[in-house]
């Protein structure tokens, strides 16, 4: 359910008088959870019917082995919104080497991520990133932030989030280029996505992957960037520089002193075992 009128305006006035003093990154959410959840279907339901962009990979073997990372991941008690559908998808697109995740919980993952890391920890550490992406609201804090004056107006001529303000919104973020569009989280998003990836694994019992495991993924990128690869353009225009991001995760693990990881916890055979099926 969308949340109540005066809620709502109280929000739009919160969010005008922060913009006007700190601009953008407000952190003001007008949607509800359900909101998020309805609009993470539509999207899902765009992407399943646009084969040509999104060609999904239909092996069951995968696609478990992806979901129970990520169940295990939302299992963490860092994991604050447990009620997402935390859904994998992986699409079968060798050349794009990136994940997304859409609001509410489904999580999309591309064959090209999976065959460029080395080990299990790294796919944990970036599908951790994703699940905060959701879990925090990310992306309904930027539509807030981008639509907020249009989902007040819509409010007060009373229209509902089926039939008002929430289509347009899928149907101007879908137009242009499908859904990850959308997606355009700020850097200080994905600094936090960065940042929670790791308290997740943290705060795992039994801790089955090593914290900072996104860490290896940022290092075989940062020779990269800036170089014009076509399979990483989206991700660098999106994130902050990897060695930002590399220092920012080193930093992490230096404090939290953890020792540099085992096999047991980088798990690099299992996620071998899982390319040879791809
Ligand atoms: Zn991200």
């Known amino acids: 359910m969308m949340m109540n009128i005066s809620n709502r305006i109280f929000c739009i006035a919160l969010l005008i008088s922060t913009f006007t003093v700190v ?19 539509k999207m899902q339901a765009q992407i399943a019917a646009d084969p040509a ?15 129970g990372i990520v169940n295990t991941i939302v299992s963490s008690p860092n994991v604050k919104n447990k009620d997402f559908r ?13 994940a997304f995740a859409v609001p509410g919980g489904p999580i999309y993952v591309y064959t090209g991520l999976l065959k460029f890391i080395d080990n299990e920890a790294t796919l944990a550490g970036i599908l951790a990133h994703e699940i905060t992406h959701v879990d925090h609201r990310h992306s309904s804090e930027q539509i807030s932030q981008q639509y ?7 409010v007060i001529v009373g229209q509902t989030a089926n039939n008002g303000i929430l289509s347009q919104i899928v149907e101007y973020t879908t137009a242009a280029g499908g859904a990850l569009a959308s997606l355009r989280f ?27 495991g996104i860490k290896y993924f940022m290092i075989k990128t940062v020779p990269m960037e800036g170089k014009g690869s076509t399979s990483f353009s989206k991700n660098f225009s999106t994130h902050p520089p ?5 220092d920012a995760v080193n930093k992490q693990a230096k404090d939290a002193k953890l020792p540099e990881p085992n096999e047991n916890q980088l798990k690099s055979g299992e996620l071998q075992r899982m390319k040879a099926m791809l």
Request: glycine content about 6%.
């Open 23 to 41: 601009g953008c990154g407000t952190g003001v959410n007008l949607l509800s959870k359900s909101d998020d959840i309805q609009l993470g279907q």
């Open 53 to 67: 962009h999104y060609p999904v990979l239909n092996n069951p073997n995968v696609t478990s082995y992806i979901q």
């Open 86 to 98: 935390y859904v994998a998808t992986v699409i079968n697109d060798d050349k794009t080497v990136n």
């Open 148 to 154: 907020g004056l249009q989902i007040l107006s819509s």
């Open 186 to 212: 700020s850097r200080n998003d994905e600094r936090d996505a960065d940042k929670t990836s790791f308290e997740d694994l943290m705060a795992l019992p039994g801790r089955p992957w090593y914290p900072a």
């Open 242 to 246: 990897s060695q930002e991001r590399l």
